[in-house]
């Protein structure tokens, strides 16, 4: 199945496009609720929708695969409870792949790919719903960074 391959770009510059995904703060005001970041391979890369109940709605033990500070980061990736029989397997069989690249001084350019689909009504459901994810979330992203 394709990966979800997502491009924007924004009036604002690299290095804030760079922390609204790698900064805990920033993260929590467009994509999730609490986040735990350690930015260094193989740190932390956890995301809370439901920070009481860690466990279902997280990236819950996500790590950083690899990160150019302001260039690229790619990390593991956890589904929603509904489709944790397909997304939450070990190893995780979904990733993240986010590249992001300078247009000037203050204009910047997102590169999100989401990779790993397997086949199957399961997988196709699952891929739907994380689409409709990334284009929902993006929405509150531009605001914060534009404003």
Same mark, same amino acid.
């Given at each position: 199945?394709?990966?979800? !391959?997502?491009?924007?770009?924004?009036?604002?510059?690299?290095?804030? =496009?760079?922390? +609204?995904?790698?900064?805990?703060?920033?993260? +929590?005001?467009?994509?999730?609720?609490?986040?735990?970041? !350690?930015?260094?391979?193989? /740190?932390?890369?956890?995301?809370?929708?439901?920070?009481?109940?860690?466990?279902?709605?997280?990236?819950? %033990?996500?790590?950083? *695969?690899?990160?150019?500070?302001?260039?690229?980061?790619? $990390?593991?990736?956890? %589904?929603? &409870?509904?489709?944790?029989? !397909?997304?939450?397997? $070990?190893?995780? &069989?979904?990733?993240?792949?986010?590249?992001?690249?300078?247009?000037?001084?203050?204009?910047?350019?997102?590169?999100?790919?989401?990779? %790993?689909? /397997?086949? /199957?009504?399961?997988?196709?459901?699952?891929?739907?719903?994380?689409? *409709?994810?990334?284009?929902?979330?993006?929405?509150?992203?531009?605001?914060? =960074?534009?404003?």
């Amino acid at each position: 199945m394709p990966s979800i !391959v997502i491009d924007l770009e924004f009036a604002a510059p690299v290095e804030d =496009l760079w922390a +609204a995904f790698t900064d805990q703060d920033r993260i +929590a005001k467009w994509l999730c609720s609490k986040a735990n970041i !350690v930015l260094e391979e193989g /740190g932390a890369y956890e995301l809370f929708w439901d920070p009481e109940h860690p466990e279902g709605n997280s990236t819950l %033990g996500c790590r950083i *695969q690899s990160l150019e500070e302001e260039y690229s980061l790619r $990390t593991d990736w956890r %589904g929603p &409870p509904e489709f944790a029989d !397909v997304m939450n397997a $070990t190893p995780l &069989p979904t990733t993240l792949f986010v590249r992001f690249q300078p247009l000037g001084p203050s204009r910047s350019r997102l590169h999100l790919e989401h990779l %790993g689909w /397997g086949e /199957g009504d399961r997988w196709t459901a699952a891929r739907a719903w994380q689409q *409709q994810s990334w284009d929902s979330a993006l929405v509150k992203l531009r605001p914060l =960074l534009e404003s």
